[in-house]
């Protein structure tokens, strides 16, 4: 017997229907003799109903109090699946991340988990109850109701895994599992039965939205094993663990991610000093403006030309700051450029086989695609080119490294 803690988010329980639905398969895994702990979201488009209500009264709302109106989405939600299992002959109870007694930091709106007292679910498990959780919420020392943020049930159902030593974490989601890349650019791509925590993060971090960076975090750092399913479809969906098999089949490249909101800027002409890199980003970090890819040439005449990259949400804010920079250091000029993306290929397979690096090089110019930055990493090499250039390169890149599903419909 098994115990699995299961996670299904705002489109899983978005209507009745979905609930209904849900409570249905959670019927069927008890049937089956598992111990069940369910972490469930708010229903689709609840928190943002919640937190459009919240600026209705104020353009800045406290914390504190965002805090306990966004939880009740969340409550909602587990007394109704608790119903709906009841209904079902399915013992079960709800309980709120502070009736658990999740107890988090005093970040209000971005808490995060120190620590979770398991003995009540356990108690309510040996009595053979299903326990439905609320997900993206817990309570801080002084008895605060706090939110983790968005998409923070993830890391709720992660953490309760952790903390009960269950043997798997389940993740619910309107996909049937992690694809090479996004079948919508390529109609070939396949879903992975497994892919390693260090592969899902460089994948989570380089824009594939399946899941949150900071659940798989915490999954790799307590060696929970996660496994990304389809909601109401069936099928094995993907694992993701700490195993990096080695086999001959074991492919070399994972995936390919990509990003379209990638911003580049370029200050040229800048004395080549030390601790010149400082002091162009130092004020780009004070703004808050998180840096992506860094470049810097060093010219015959001893100046330098930097060029880094940002979200293109930070990108007007960042030349600002840009400006300001290159006038104090008698800069020669600031360019930008907000019409490119990043191309990433991922794998734990590049530790052990070489040439991975020019293989995509070659693939990109075989199609006329100029590389205008690159970063490398231990398992990723990630390249900035012109955006009206991605989905092309993204498919080049899944027929060179063999990626290809033969059927062409994933799978």
Sequence with gaps: ?????????????GTVERIEQVAEKIKRFREKGDDIVVVVS???????????LAKQISAEPVGRELDVMVSTGEQVTIALLAM???????????????????????????ARILQIDGQRIQADLKEGRVVVVAGFQGVDAQGNITTLGRGGSDTTGVALAAAL???????????DGVYTTDPRVVSKARRLEKITFEEMLEMASLGSKVLQIRSVEFAGKYNVPLRVLHSFQEGPGTLITLDEEESMEQPIISGIAFNRDEAKLTIRGVPDTPGIAFKILGPVSAANIEVDMIVQNVAHDKTTDFTFTVHRNDYASA???LEATAAEMGAREVSGDTDIAKVSIVGVGMRSHAG???????????????????STSEIKVSVVIEEKYLELAV?????AFELDSPSGKGE
């Design 1 to 13: 017997m098994a115990l699995i803690v299961q996670k299904f988010g705002g489109t899983s329980v």
């Design 42 to 52: 708010a229903m689709s488009g609840e928190t943002n109903r919640l937190i459009d």
């Design 84 to 110: 709906a299992l009841i209904k079902r002959g399915v013992p079960a109870v709800s309980y709120t991340g502070a009736q658990v007694r999740i107890l988090t930091d005093s970040a209000h709106t971005k």
């Design 165 to 175: 030593k269950a043997d798997e974490c389940q993740i619910y989601t309107d996909v």
């Design 319 to 321: 030349f600002k700051v």
């Design 356 to 374: 991975v690096a020019s293989r995509m090089f070659e693939a990109l110019a075989k199609e006329s695609i100029n590389i205008q930055m690159i």
């Design 395 to 399: 498919r080049a890149l899944h027929t």
